[in-house]
């Protein structure tokens, strides 16, 4: 099936997950300062076209950056305000950035794959409904989180392993916009 066949609208959420998404991913590290943030090329194109497609664009992160003490809520206000920022220059949005800042131990059903980030953003936007949502990340956790909800999900390979329990696989997040308007 392809991915246009699922007649996206403004009646869908998509959901994305930042790192190895949105921006590159510091491998044993985390995006604690904005000069360590690089956002990947065809992002702010993809999230503009995805702008035109769906309703709601809310990104869900794990954070355990925070937990850890290497990085404050501040810090990392001020990533996703640039990420916001930047994608808003290029016509896009961003509707809420959702972290879980809770370590891997904690179990905490905030973090992914527990679905907490989801329910949240349905709690702020009550008209999400995860049935005619899409979630786009890079892991495991990221895939399990949507198909916990019952979304869609797309797994991006970014030169990692790839899920076979995600719906579609694709490189990049432009890759994704691409066969979204790609009515063949």
């Avoid at 300062?33 to 090329?41: A, R």
């Avoid at 936007?125 to 198909?147: A, C, H, N, Q, R």
């Amino acid at each position: 099936m392809k991915l246009n066949d699922l007649k996206i609208d403004k009646t869908w959420t998509l959901f994305l997950d930042r790192d190895g998404v949105i921006n590159d991913r510091l491998i044993d590290d985390y995006v604690k300062h904005l000069h360590e943030l690089k956002i990947i090329d065809g992002v702010p194109e993809a999230i503009k076209i995805f702008t035109e497609q769906f309703n709601r664009i809310v990104v869900v992160t794990n954070q355990q950056g925070i937990g850890k003490g290497n990085m404050t809520a501040d810090d990392l206000a001020i990533i996703h305000g640039f990420i916001a920022d930047v994608i808003k220059s290029n016509d896009g949005k961003i509707d809420e950035f959702y972290f879980a800042p809770q370590l891997a131990k904690e179990k905490s059903n905030y973090r992914k794959p527990g679905t907490g980030m989801g329910l949240a953003a349905q709690k702020d936007y009550p008209e999400i409904d995860f049935k005619k949502s899409l979630m786009i990340g890079d892991s495991e956790t990221d895939i399990e989180f949507g198909m916990k909800l019952g979304m869609k999900t797309i797994m991006l390979k970014n030169g990692g392993n790839v899920s076979t329990k995600a719906d579609y696989i694709f490189t990049n997040l432009f890759q994704v916009a691409q066969a979204l308007i790609n009515k063949n």
